[in-house]
Every structure is written in C-alpha cells, then in structure tokens.
C-alpha cells in the first residue's frame, strides 16, 4: 500500500521558516518524481515545486523561487520542503504527492497546515 506522510506544519510567524516532511512507503520511487502542492482557503490547489527521485532535478514555481527547496533523504525515503522567509500568502494546506509511473501525480498525503500570520 503506497503511504506518503506530510508533517512539520504550524504557526509562524512572517518572516520565519519551516520544514515540511514526507515521508513515503510502499512505492519504489527510482522512476518516480515526488511534488509539494497547497490549497489555500477558498482557492484551488496550485503546485508548488518538484524533485526527480533519480537524480534530485528540482523544479519551483516563480512565487517560491529562492525561498523554497525541495530536498530528499534517500535512505529515509523521505523529502523536504524547507520554507524561507514566509509570507502570509503561504499559509495553505501543503500536500505531497508522487506520481504514477504514467507521470501523473497518483498518489497523495492527507496534507499539513501551514499558518503565516503578519
């Protein structure tokens, strides 16, 4: 059963950092790309950044350009998003999610909230 676990949200303050986990089981992800999505209240998921299993190729969205990296723990099958200098617009519910070997994002966690107050 293909597991993916997000953790590390909370109540920051703007400005501050974060780091999200997600942690991943049942999928062998050599072939597979790994991303971090968010939902803000009342808007639709947007996709934040990505990072290829195979050789940690990183790929982010201009809003989060230089203020987010993805990283990833091999041995732990885990991967990061380190949050930088976080703005009120972050606050969301931040997903992960691996795709199918289609390419397709197929599997997701259950998210964690993140809450940048000003």
């Known amino acids: 059963q293909v597991q993916l676990v997000e953790s590390g949200g909370g109540l920051v303050q703007a400005g501050d950092s974060l780091r999200l986990s997600c942690a991943v089981s049942?999928?062998?992800?050599?072939?597979?790309?790994i991303g971090w999505f968010r939902q803000a209240p009342g808007k639709e998921r947007e996709f934040v950044g990505s990072?290829?299993?195979?050789?940690?190729?990183?790929f982010y969205v201009d809003p989060v350009k230089g203020r987010f990296t993805i990283s990833r723990d091999i041995a732990e099958k885990t991967i990061y998003l380190q949050m930088n200098s976080l703005k009120s617009e972050d606050t969301a519910i931040y997903y992960c999610?691996?795709?199918?070997?289609?390419?397709?994002?197929?599997?997701w966690g259950q998210g964690t909230q993140v809450t940048v107050s000003s």
């Open positions: 990072i290829r299993w195979n050789d940690g190729e990183t």
């Open positions: 049942g999928l062998t992800l050599n072939h597979h790309g």
């Open positions: 999610a691996a795709t199918s070997p289609l390419g397709r994002y197929a599997y």
